[in-house]
């Protein structure tokens, strides 16, 4: 059975005005995979109201295409 998982990508703006994206990585410097839509939500929703440089969080599905 295949199952989507969730990631937080981070936009940003660079000195010369580029839109860099970064996913977000876990302790392991590892994409982050969070199992929970709602958990990866709030997630977004903190570091959206946390952000004091103008970056931007949202959440990225990802799915999982393999046959077992």
Known sequence: MSKNVYTLKK???DMKGKKIHVLMTDNHS?????SHK????KMAEVMNANTDNGCYYEVIEIT???EN
């Open 64 to 66: 999982n295409n393999m």
């Open 11 to 13: 936009t940003m703006v």
């Open 38 to 41: 709602n958990i990866a939500d």
């Open 30 to 34: 590892e994409i982050l995979e969070l």
